[in-house]
C-alpha cells in the first residue's frame, strides 16, 4: 500500500518562495506517475506538475517559469520548488502516484491516480 506525506506549506508574500515535499513509501517497482495537484474549496482538483520515473515532467500552464517539479529516487520524496508565488497559488497541495507511466494527458487528470498524500496548504498574501 502506498502512502504519501506532504510537507512544506506555509504562508508566504507574493513573490517569496516555498519548497513542498512529498515522502512516499510501499512501492518498490521501477515505473511510476507522480503530480502535484492544487484544490481551492468550492473548485476543482487541478494539475500543477508531473514527472515520471523516467523524469520527464510536465506543468500546467500557470505553473510554467515558476514551479519546478523534482524527485530525489534515493530518498523516495518528490518535491515541488515554487517561486514567485502568487495570491491565486493559494490552495491545498496534494501530492499524487500511481503505479505505472505517466501516459500523456490522461495523466493530468486526478483521476487517474490511485494514492493520494493529505495535503499541505499554501497561503499567498
Known amino acids: 500500500h502506498v502512502q504519501l506525506v506532504e510537507s512544506g506549506g506555509g504562508s508566504v508574500q507574493a513573490g517569496g518562495s516555498l519548497t513542498l515535499s512529498c515522502a512516499a513509501s510501499?512501492?518498490?517497482?521501477?515505473?511510476?506517475?507522480m503530480g502535484w495537484f492544487r484544490q481551492d474549496p468550492g473548485k476543482e482538483r487541478e494539475v500543477v506538475a508531473t514527472i515520471g520515473n523516467d523524469d520527464n515532467t510536465h506543468y500546467a500552464d500557470s505553473a510554467k517559469g515558476r514551479f519546478t517539479i523534482s524527485q530525489d529516487i534515493a530518498k523516495n520524496t518528490l518535491y515541488l520548488q515554487m517561486n514567485s508565488l502568487k495570491p491565486e497559488d493559494t490552495a491545498m497541495y496534494y501530492c499524487a502516484f500511481i503505479r505505472g507511466s505517466c501516459r500523456g494527458t490522461p495523466s493530468l487528470w486526478r483521476g487517474y491516480y490511485a494514492y493520494w498524500g493529505q495535503g499541505t496548504q499554501v497561503t499567498v498574501s
Open positions: 510501499g512501492y518498490t517497482g521501477s515505473s511510476y506517475c
